[in-house]
């Protein structure tokens, strides 16, 4: 028996209650220059920013609640090329099953294997697919790749030899909700002890989805439930939404933006946790990311990200920083200058 459910969740994204002490002299000075600071960079939702901004930074560190903190974390690798993708890299995902990065690009269709360097290991072309614009990693293989465009979900299996991987090989299943062309689902990330795909549309309007069930229906009678989380971003700081990760540590989402360079942390009832910049002018990085398009954290908690046209960036926290790159040096994307 087929059965497909869609409904709303009445939620709200809310602050983390935090306890804010009196301000000192030169905390307001800091807060006064950050606000310049932003303003200069991004006019874009700043004040937002500067609020949560405040919030944290006078909180007191043990009252900080269980979360991933992107904060606290600091750049290990930026702006790097990666080889054999010249543009429209557009998303990246943790394989867990071989420790291995995936990526894909959008123009000409390619899926790629990484390591944590940035490194190509292997290429797989895409045959027949629409704009993939988006990539996530359900285990033992499977892999879902996103048409921007169509709203469609293409299930398929990672060859074991490096090779093509054609459309008619997929599973597909198809969402038509809130269909406006070139601004449709730009990211997907799934959890896989709740078997839940969480799926951002980038704007016009910004839409959360979370589907359950969906991989367990697959190659049986289809049961799953449709839940629009979109009120989860009611307060959400930044312009668009061009990625989704799940981190299966804490249960909480990051939502990445494109457009105001910032990925912010949601926690499982949709309550903003943290963010971090990826602007030069509000960060440690030396240049801006020109278009971040894809985000993910790998089982030991290191984070990278992608961005247009085919440039790679890994972060990690402070007492963690040799676990992503060891024996690497830092690069930069100087060739965008």
Same mark, same amino acid.
């Given at each position: 028996m087929h059965q497909i459910s869609y409904h709303q969740k009445p939620s709200s994204l809310k602050m983390v209650g935090l306890r804010i002490p009196r301000p000192q002299a030169s905390t307001v000075l800091g807060t006064l220059l950050l606000l310049a600071l932003i303003v200069l960079a991004d006019y874009k939702e700043w004040d937002r920013r500067l609020y949560f901004h405040l919030k944290t930074t006078l909180s007191a560190a043990e009252t900080r609640a269980p979360g991933v903190w992107? =904060?606290?974390?600091?750049?290990?690798?930026?702006?790097? =090329?990666?080889?054999g993708i010249d543009r429209n890299l557009s998303s990246i995902v943790h394989d867990w099953d071989a420790d291995r990065l995936l990526a894909v690009s959008n123009g000409p269709a390619y899926l790629v294997s990484l390591d944590r360097s940035g490194n190509t290991l292997a290429t797989y072309p895409l045959q027949g697919f629409g704009d993939i614009e988006a990539i996530t990693y359900l285990g033992a293989g499977l892999l879902v790749l996103v048409e921007e465009r169509a709203h469609r979900l293409n299930f398929v299996r990672l060859p074991e030899t490096p090779g093509p991987i054609s459309v008619d090989q997929a599973q597909h299943f198809s969402l038509g909700i809130n269909l406006s062309g070139n601004k449709g689902y730009e990211g997907i990330a799934f959890d896989?002890? =709740?078997?839940?795909?969480?799926i951002v549309k980038e704007r016009d309007p910004m839409q959360l989805l979370v589907i359950t069930g969906l991989v367990a229906s697959l190659g049986t009678g289809l049961e799953i439930d449709i839940a629009d989380l979109t009120t989860w971003i009611d307060g959400y700081f930044g312009t668009d939404l061009s =990625?989704?990760?799940f981190d299966q540590q804490t249960g909480h989402l990051l939502l990445l933006s494109e457009e105001s360079r910032l990925v912010v942390e949601l926690n499982t009832v949709g309550e903003l946790v943290s963010y971090r910049s990826f602007s030069s002018w509000t960060s440690d990085l030396n240049q801006s990311a020109p278009r971040p398009e894809g985000i993910t954290l790998d089982a030991q908690g290191n984070m990278f990200m992608v961005s247009e046209p085919n440039l790679f960036y890994s972060f990690a926290k402070p007492s963690e920083t040799q676990s992503v790159t060891p024996g690497t040096h830092e690069t930069t994307h100087s060739e965008l200058q």
């Amino acid at each position: 028996m087929h059965q497909i459910s869609y409904h709303q969740k009445p939620s709200s994204l809310k602050m983390v209650g935090l306890r804010i002490p009196r301000p000192q002299a030169s905390t307001v000075l800091g807060t006064l220059l950050l606000l310049a600071l932003i303003v200069l960079a991004d006019y874009k939702e700043w004040d937002r920013r500067l609020y949560f901004h405040l919030k944290t930074t006078l909180s007191a560190a043990e009252t900080r609640a269980p979360g991933v903190w992107l =904060s606290d974390y600091q750049v290990v690798t930026q702006g790097k =090329s990666i080889a054999g993708i010249d543009r429209n890299l557009s998303s990246i995902v943790h394989d867990w099953d071989a420790d291995r990065l995936l990526a894909v690009s959008n123009g000409p269709a390619y899926l790629v294997s990484l390591d944590r360097s940035g490194n190509t290991l292997a290429t797989y072309p895409l045959q027949g697919f629409g704009d993939i614009e988006a990539i996530t990693y359900l285990g033992a293989g499977l892999l879902v790749l996103v048409e921007e465009r169509a709203h469609r979900l293409n299930f398929v299996r990672l060859p074991e030899t490096p090779g093509p991987i054609s459309v008619d090989q997929a599973q597909h299943f198809s969402l038509g909700i809130n269909l406006s062309g070139n601004k449709g689902y730009e990211g997907i990330a799934f959890d896989p002890r =709740s078997d839940r795909l969480f799926i951002v549309k980038e704007r016009d309007p910004m839409q959360l989805l979370v589907i359950t069930g969906l991989v367990a229906s697959l190659g049986t009678g289809l049961e799953i439930d449709i839940a629009d989380l979109t009120t989860w971003i009611d307060g959400y700081f930044g312009t668009d939404l061009s =990625s989704v990760h799940f981190d299966q540590q804490t249960g909480h989402l990051l939502l990445l933006s494109e457009e105001s360079r910032l990925v912010v942390e949601l926690n499982t009832v949709g309550e903003l946790v943290s963010y971090r910049s990826f602007s030069s002018w509000t960060s440690d990085l030396n240049q801006s990311a020109p278009r971040p398009e894809g985000i993910t954290l790998d089982a030991q908690g290191n984070m990278f990200m992608v961005s247009e046209p085919n440039l790679f960036y890994s972060f990690a926290k402070p007492s963690e920083t040799q676990s992503v790159t060891p024996g690497t040096h830092e690069t930069t994307h100087s060739e965008l200058q």
